[in-house]
Antibody
Framework: QVQLVQSGPEVKKPGSSVTVSCKAS????????INWVRQAPGQGLEWMGR????????DYAQKFQGRVTFSADASTSTVSMRLSSLRSEDTAIYFC??????????????WGQGTLVTVSS | DIQMTQSPSSLSASVGDRVTITCRAS??????LNWYLQKPGKAPKLLIF???SLQSGVPSRFTGSGSGTDFTLTINSLQPEDFATYYC?????????FGQGTKVDIK
């Protein structure tokens, strides 16, 4: 059974950075993308970008360009998302989600449990 | 960015009802449209991909249709476990934008 297990909740100060990890059970990073989606309290879903772990290729939403970095460690089947220059509006649950690659039908079929990041002074 | 607009934003329904949710894209996205269900405190769950393909393990009472700019998710015979928030997502281009969500609650 595929599982994506994310790291625990974080509380951060404005201006600092946070790293959220997403560990995949088994070698599921080959042939897949890992996408990051966030959800502010009581709000909808927002796509942040994706990484193709086998190549290390990244694609960031313009909104997060320059503040976000995705990385992958094949030896531990772990993908990480680092968000810097945090502000209160970054308070959200951050999800990782797997999608097949390559594919003509993009979809996210397995999701991590989510990681709450709270930005507060 | 492609804007996705869902309607209604919320609806009340009873077990056994047929429910229809619509999603409109701001430009032609062919059939690059997914539907997800999300329950409070949980991750989204994929229901439909490619506008009309049912994800493995999802009950057949969920059907998706549409192409171009207008899409529909239909739930036939609503079940207690279907009360949740539903999101559409376009995958035609990046950023892969979502609709604002449709909350389905119990009448």
């Amino acid at each position: 059974q595929v599982q994506l297990v994310q790291s625990g909740p974080e509380v951060k100060k404005p201006g600092s950075s946070v790293t959220v990890s997403c560990k995949a059970s088994g070698d599921i990073l080959t042939g897949y993308t890992i996408n990051w989606v966030r959800q502010a309290p009581g709000q909808g879903l927002e796509w942040m970008g994706r990484i193709i772990p086998v190549f290390g290729t990244t694609d960031y939403a313009q909104k997060f360009q320059g503040r976000v970095t995705f990385s992958a460690d094949a030896s531990t089947s772990t993908v990480s998302m680092r968000l810097s220059s945090l502000r209160s509006e970054d308070t959200a649950i951050y999800f990782c989600a797997r999608g097949p690659y390559p594919t003509s039908v993009v979809r996210y079929d397995f999701w991590g449990q989510g990681t709450l990041v709270t930005v507060s002074s | 960015d492609i804007q996705m607009t869902q309607s209604p934003s919320s609806l009340s329904a009873s077990v056994g009802d047929r429910v229809t949710i619509t999603c409109r894209a701001s430009e032609n996205i062919a059939n690059s449209l997914n539907w997800y269900l999300q329950k409070p405190g949980k991750a989204p769950k994929l229901l439909i991909f490619g506008a009309s393909s049912l994800q493995s393990g999802v009950p057949s009472r969920f059907t998706g249709s549409g192409s171009g700019t207008d899409f529909t998710l239909t739930i036939n015979s609503l079940q207690p476990e279907d009360f949740a928030t539903y999101y559409c997502q376009q995958t035609f281009s990046t950023p892969r934008t979502f609709g604002q969500g449709t909350k389905v609650d119990i009448k």
